[in-house]
């Protein structure tokens, strides 16, 4: 007697439900939505990073001060064993000496032409302004607090002797101070 049990040939095929189909219009359309919003928040996120931009070339970035000349005397400070550092970004300039006080050090403004830059109005960093009574940054008027980091003076002229990618040497009227990229 033959077997009454179907040949596999001769199996049904059972489609998925209807709702497990995602080619629906709604779904299209949904599909179709979410690639637009996306689109749109990269177009602002990126029109966003253009209004911030900066005009500083290779003085942006971070910088370790290396050496620091005396200019009067001849005399030369070794400080690349030291952490000494200029993180420049925007209109900023952000001095600190990691080995004393971290990355709290100070904040000067700054201004720059072709061949200068002037530092000015600097300020203590002392975290956030919810830090306690002394939180939030401080306007210095001691420019001996800034002496560390080859500044003499609040509001001080720097003449861009060398400037590129990898190295950075400025000369104020006193110092001149060789930097190198970290």
Same mark, same amino acid.
């Given at each position: 007697?033959?077997?009454?049990?179907?040949?596999?040939?001769?199996?049904?095929?059972? +489609?998925?439900?209807?709702?497990?189909?995602? +080619?629906?219009?709604?779904?299209?359309? *949904?599909?179709?939505?979410?690639?637009?919003?996306? *689109?749109?928040?990269?177009?602002? *996120?990126? *029109?966003?990073?253009?209004? !911030?931009? +900066?005009?500083?070339?290779?003085?942006?970035?971070?910088?370790?001060?290396?050496?620091?000349?005396?200019?009067?005397?001849?005399?030369?400070?070794?400080?690349? %064993?030291?952490?000494?550092?200029?993180?420049?970004?925007?209109?900023?300039?952000?001095?600190?000496?990691?080995?004393?006080?971290?990355?709290?050090?100070?904040?000067?403004?700054?201004?720059?032409? @072709?061949?200068?830059?002037?530092? %000015?109005?600097?300020?203590?960093?002392?975290?956030?302004?919810?830090?306690?009574?002394?939180?939030?940054?401080?306007?210095?008027?001691?420019?001996?607090?800034?002496?560390?980091?080859?500044?003499?003076?609040? !509001?001080?002229?720097?003449?861009?002797?060398?400037?590129?990618?990898?190295?950075?040497?400025?000369?104020?009227?006193?110092? @001149?101070?060789?930097? %190198?990229?970290?």
């Amino acid at each position: 007697s033959k077997s009454q049990h179907p040949s596999p040939s001769q199996h049904l095929t059972i +489609s998925p439900p209807h709702h497990l189909n995602i +080619s629906t219009p709604q779904h299209m359309i *949904a599909k179709r939505l979410f690639k637009t919003i996306l *689109a749109a928040f990269a177009l602002v *996120a990126i *029109a966003s990073c253009e209004i !911030e931009t +900066s005009d500083n070339g290779d003085f942006d970035g971070f910088w370790h001060l290396e050496h620091v000349d005396t200019l009067a005397t001849g005399g030369t400070t070794d400080l690349s %064993k030291k952490r000494v550092f200029w993180g420049v970004q925007y209109k900023l300039i952000s001095v600190y000496d990691i080995d004393k006080e971290g990355t709290f050090g100070y904040y000067l403004r700054f201004t720059q032409t @072709r061949d200068k830059i002037v530092t %000015k109005s600097p300020y203590k960093n002392n975290w956030h302004q919810d830090n306690g009574d002394d939180g939030g940054d401080h306007p210095i008027d001691d420019p001996t607090l800034l002496a560390p980091y080859g500044i003499n003076n609040l !509001e001080e002229e720097f003449v861009k002797e060398k400037l590129n990618g990898g190295q950075m040497i400025l000369r104020s009227k006193t110092l @001149r101070l060789k930097f %190198k990229r970290f």
